[in-house]
């Protein structure tokens, strides 16, 4: 092999030539902390990066086009596919956006159990994101705490659909099913008991003086690089930036509820060098939402309204030819877009979803200018992408 | 040892052993012996530290561990190591192929020859040779090079990666770990391990730990540099396994593999001995100090055999809570960067470590001009000596220990954590 061949970086139409004295190192797509088959290509000078370039793809699995080729009905499957630890913001994305497309009124009973699920799912999603940053940091103990928490979200969250990880839960209309009779008690105390868990997480890991150094001003994303990238949901968020469509555009049934939007404040404090919108920014308000998520299931459990969940819905689904409806919601990785057109027949024409993983990678190579090898694996992490969500 | 042999030879073979011509062959015997006994302990402790390891990570992180294999999985480590001596010892192409094979074996032979001067009990080391602590220092350094060989011999990124940030780390905090060993050292006046535990009492006050503030200190900075010598977490940036892959041992397979990870848990049980050795008494045991002095000031061989036993369960117990303090850590820290582990150790350790050795040299003059030479056996509170190491004891040993208590049981009252051995 020549050494052209060694220091030439081909990503797409791209062509990186690494400077004399540096290292082309390929991070993935198997490597252990790529959190799934994503491939960065560094270049690195010792320790230090000169950058990292993204290589995204390979877990594409044309997921908009099989839209086109199944019914309105036969595509809530897949969407569960487009982000595996969030399942349920997929589902009530693209059921949104139908209902927009055929003028449904979804029952109040089934816009409060969808947004107990996805509540419930956003806290199982987050704890995922900060059990592996911590395990990312060498902390390896966090990472099964938080996953048994999750696994009782799985119990709950099986009790009420039948599925742990692929819920296929809301439908056109609402949703599959009707929550058991002695599921709100099992909720409640899963709950009050979640609370403490979080404290404990706190005095385990956040709180741990090599953690908070290790993320304290690290890949700080002002405010305006935020927006200008595109970053949305808690990495928009820990840059200080406003904005939750949960409150600010509320759908379903968020409009009933009261809650917080946790913003970065430079959580790690200024003696670690903590900036707003740093990396540990982003890990605490994932840390923080997952308390509001509480709130919200708890006071969605309270006013749980009875009633239909499921509107009447044709059996075959024919939206008007040639409409389009678009749907916003609040993922747990942030904000997720379904664009639905109709032709007309029983199959969209044109089926397309914005995910936040895919916009998070857009800004990977920026900041990981000078960054370590170490702090590119903390980056990742705390931006919290996901494979199947970026390629979908 | 060659007091020993030297009496067998006369008494038990009848010949004199100064001018026998088979003494030396039963030296040679007696010493093939011994090194088989310490490279099975050092194998067989690493392996069964495997399995504790992994058991202990699993009640902390609420699961269970291995506890197929055997009563409570203790047999997990046999399985394991056969897998590995059965599976292909798989050599890169793109290898240096002769670096490669050679690599383990500095690992492992840096590893085995510390135990030719660590103490295990009362009379009981392999040699008691007078600069043992040098021998350590300088022994250990051939580790490092067996990890660097590894990195470079890898021809793999990553494998260059582990070796390189291992070559910066051991050297780094080989600095600190020298200076500091020098704190004992000057208290006991000797580099030879057992004289060093003779200079200690067999009670906690009597320990160079809790002897002085410096010595307390002196513990923490040389238990740092120990663990990043040894490549544990939160300093095992040589192989972090989220960043770099496996580090140093990327490629390796095998008995070779395995090599590398008895050398890593075996480590366990040497920077606990020597970590036992210089600050925590040895093998003193507790309140026993005068009644020992008296039996060898009968004459020899009038210690009883007890005492050996005892003295030898006594620093297994102090090393062992030791090797566990250490699990501990590593299952429950993060990892630091490159450039923190660099600033820890040229910013922190490596001045402290100098200023705790200045500081023990003025102590140590100090308390010649007013009370003279140290007396042979540790002070009791009749001195003003034993009085000083009492009243810090309680200072730096009875008041952490008593804040650690209160702090724990907070924290499972706040939780509800309760002790669960019933799926053990």
């Given at each position: 092999m020549s050494l052209d061949q060694l220091t030439i970086t081909r990503v797409g139409d791209r062509v990186e030539h690494a400077d004399q004295g540096e290292m082309v190192l390929n991070m993935g797509p198997q490597h252990p902390s790529t959190h799934g088959v994503i491939n960065f290509v560094v270049h690195a000078d010792g320790e230090v990066m000169k950058r990292a370039i993204p290589q995204v793809g390979y877990l594409h699995r044309a997921i908009e086009k099989i839209g086109e080729i199944v019914t309105y009905n036969g595509f809530m499957p897949y969407t569960d596919r487009v982000d595996y630890l969030a399942a349920m913001f997929a589902n009530e994305g693209y059921a949104i956006a139908v209902e927009k497309l055929m003028g449904l009124q979804v029952p109040p009973r089934a816009q409060y159990l969808r947004a107990i699920s996805c509540e419930l799912n956003r806290i199982a999603s987050h704890l995922v994101s900060i059990g592996t940053m911590a395990m990312d940091i060498g902390?390896?103990?966090?990472f099964p705490y938080a996953l048994r928490e999750r696994e009782s979200i799985n119990d709950l969250i099986e009790a009420l659909c039948g599925a742990r990880l692929t819920y296929n839960y809301h439908r056109i209309g609402g949703v599959a099913f009707d929550m058991p009779d002695d599921w709100i008690p099992l909720c409640r105390k899963w709950l009050d008991h979640f609370d403490k868990t979080l404290d404990e997480w706190d005095r385990l890991i956040s709180r741990n003086e090599i953690f908070v150094q290790r993320l304290a001003g690290l890949a700080v994303v002002p405010a305006a690089m935020a927006i200008d990238y595109g970053l949305v949901g808690p990495n928009l968020r820990a840059s200080g930036v406003d904005f939750d469509l949960r409150r600010?555009?509320?759908?379903?049934?968020?409009?009933d509820f009261k809650f917080e939007v946790p913003i970065g404040k430079g959580y790690a404090g200024a003696r670690a060098g903590g900036k707003v919108g740093d990396s540990y920014d982003r890990f605490y308000c994932r840390v923080l939402e997952c308390r509001e998520s509480v709130r919200i299931t708890r006071q969605a459990c309270d006013k749980l309204p009875g009633g239909e969940f499921m509107a009447k819905v044709p059996k075959k689904i024919r939206p008007e030819a040639w409409s389009e409806a678009q749907s916003r919601i609040e993922a747990a990785r942030g904000e997720m877009a379904y664009y639905v057109v109709s032709d007309g027949g029983e199959r969209p024409y044109r089926v397309r979803a914005r995910t936040g993983s895919y916009l998070a990678m857009g800004i990977i190579e920026d900041l990981s200018r000078g960054l370590m090898i170490a702090d590119l694996v903390a980056l990742i992490a705390s931006l919290d992408v996901v494979a199947p969500e970026i390629d979908r | 040892m060659k007091e020993l042999l030297d009496k067998i030879v006369l008494e038990r073979l009848g010949h004199d052993p100064a001018t026998w011509p088979l003494t030396q062959g039963v030296y040679l015997a007696a010493m093939l012996l011994v090194a088989v006994l310490l490279v099975t302990f050092g194998a067989v402790f690493a392996g069964i530290v495997s399995w504790w390891e992994r058991r202990v990570a699993g009640r902390m992180q609420s699961r269970i561990g291995p506890n197929r294999v055997g009563p409570g999985g203790f047999l997990q480590w046999i399985a394991d190591a056969l897998k590995l001596i059965l599976k292909e010892d798989l050599i890169p192409d793109e290898s240096d192929k002769v670096l490669f094979r050679l690599a383990p074996y500095f690992v492992i032979v840096g590893f085995l020859l510390t135990f030719v001067v660590l103490p295990f009990g009362y009379h009981l080391s392999a040699t008691n040779m007078n600069v043992g602590l040098f021998y350590v220092v300088s022994i250990t350094a051939l580790v490092v090079v067996g990890i660097l060989i590894s990195g470079w011999a890898s021809n793999s990124k990553w494998a260059l990666f582990g070796g390189i940030r291992a070559a910066a780390q051991v050297v780094s905090y080989e600095i600190p770990a020298g200076l500091v060993i020098l704190v004992p050292i000057m208290m006991a006046g000797s580099l030879n391990m057992h004289d060093i535990i003779r200079a200690q009492g067999g009670n906690p006050w009597n320990w160079f730990m809790f002897q002085t503030p410096m010595g307390f200190a002196a513990f923490f900075v040389l238990f740092t540099s120990l663990l990043a010598e040894g490549n544990r977490t939160p300093f095992d940036l040589p192989e972090a396994e989220s960043e770099i892959v496996a580090g140093y041992n990327t490629e390796y397979s095998g008995m070779r593999f395995a090599y590398f990870f008895l050398a890593e848990w075996g480590n366990l049980w040497v920077m606990s001995a020597i970590l036992t050795t210089l600050f925590l008494g040895g093998w003193q045991v507790p309140f026993l100090d005068s009644r020992l002095r008296m039996w060898e000031a009968a004459g020899p061989?009038?210690?009883?055999?007890w005492f050996y036993l005892l003295s030898a369960g006594v620093f297994a117990l102090k090393t062992l809570i030791l090797v566990n303090v250490v699990i501990w850590i590593r299952w429950t820290f993060p990892r630091i960067r490159v450039d923190q582990m660099m600033s820890l150790c040229w910013k922190y350790l490596v001045p402290i470590a100098m200023g705790l050795v200045v500081l023990t040299a003025v102590n140590e003059l100090v308390s010649f001009q007013i009370w003279g030479p140290k007396a042979q056996e540790p002070v009791g509170l009749s001195h003003p000596r034993g009085w000083i190491h009492f009243a810090w004891f309680a200072v730096g040993g009875l008041l952490p220990l008593v804040a650690f208590a209160m702090k724990t049981r907070r924290n499972i009252a706040l939780t509800g954590d309760r002790v669960d051995l019933t799926n053990w």
């Open positions: 902390a390896v103990t966090p600010d555009h509320p759908y379903g049934a968020y409009a | 061989g009038n210690v009883p055999a």
